[in-house]
């Protein structure tokens, strides 16, 4: 669960309340937890029952992590794979007809009373989600409930298999930062930091992209977090993918002020 006193969330240029991005990471949990119950044999508490009704956002997200890890990235991977092949088809599809036509998937996080700089904000984020260990694959999973593989392959190279936004199937990606094929998003003038890149199928061809960026406000930071979808994809994904991203850069920002402070 994300604190709230540390970290505000905009939205399409409106403040979100905290309470609503833990709502949503809820419904996800509870999504996900009826997903490893009814299709695995994962191991699965029988407090979980009782964590979803006292609404135990912290115990619930905590058991899912150990799920995932003790399930291990290539079991999860395979099963997942039949849901994938559908999700990567979809995708791939989408993309081909938008012929490099984008939306934009944006969430802005401010972090008041902050010494970070942006380029520490970006490095730490970076470092996360990059390099091995195994405390940072139980961030990356745990930073949110649709987080199923998220592997630095290498420095600039991320295995990403995950459900997006409102999509009803999980698809799997490598992101590849630096290489910014096909981006039609620009980085922000008053932004000086930046981590970019082009999303990219098994194949190699480009479905999408991100723009991630920071800026020094005030005495904090601010975060911009950008996805950019093909146009074929509905408005209403592109919107979900909006708590996604607050969701996940919630928990991803957090853990790296628990770091420093």
Not at 33 to 45: E, I, N, R
Not at 136 to 148: K, L, R
Not at 218 to 231: H, Q, T, Y
Request: aromatic share 8%; glycine share 6%; with cysteine.
């Amino acid at each position: 669960m994300i604190n709230g006193d540390r970290l505000l969330f905009s939205i399409n240029g409106h403040e979100v309340p905290v309470e609503e991005v833990n709502e949503w990471e809820f419904k996800r949990l509870k999504k996900n937890f009826k997903f490893f119950q009814k299709h695995t044999d994962a191991d699965v508490s029988p407090q979980v029952s009782k964590w979803i009704a006292n609404k135990d956002i912290q115990s619930l997200n905590a058991e899912l992590v150990r799920i995932k890890m003790d399930m291990g990235f290539d079991r999860l991977r395979r099963v997942l794979e039949r849901r994938c092949q559908i999700g990567d088809t979809v995708s791939g599809f989408a993309a081909k007809f938008a012929r490099g036509k984008r939306k934009f998937s944006i969430t802005e996080i401010y972090v008041p009373h902050s010494k970070l700089s942006p380029e520490e904000v970006m490095d730490k984020i970076t470092e996360v989600m990059m390099v091995r260990s195994d405390a940072h694959d139980a961030i990356n999973v745990g930073s949110n409930p649709d987080h199923y593989v998220l592997l630095g392959l290498t420095p600039t190279i991320q295995e990403v298999l995950e459900t997006t936004g409102g999509s009803p199937l999980p698809t799997h990606f490598y992101a590849h930062y630096g290489d910014l094929t096909g981006l039609q998003s620009r980085k922000s003038t008053d932004y000086p930091v930046e981590l970019a890149g082009a999303a990219k199928d098994k194949k190699g061809h480009v479905i999408g992209g991100m723009r991630h960026q920071a800026k020094k406000e005030n005495d904090g930071f601010r975060f911009k977090a950008l996805v950019e979808f093909p146009s074929m994809v509905p408005d209403s994904m592109i919107k979900a993918h909006q708590w996604h991203l607050a969701c996940e850069f919630g928990h991803w920002i957090t853990a790296i002020l628990d770091d420093v402070e």
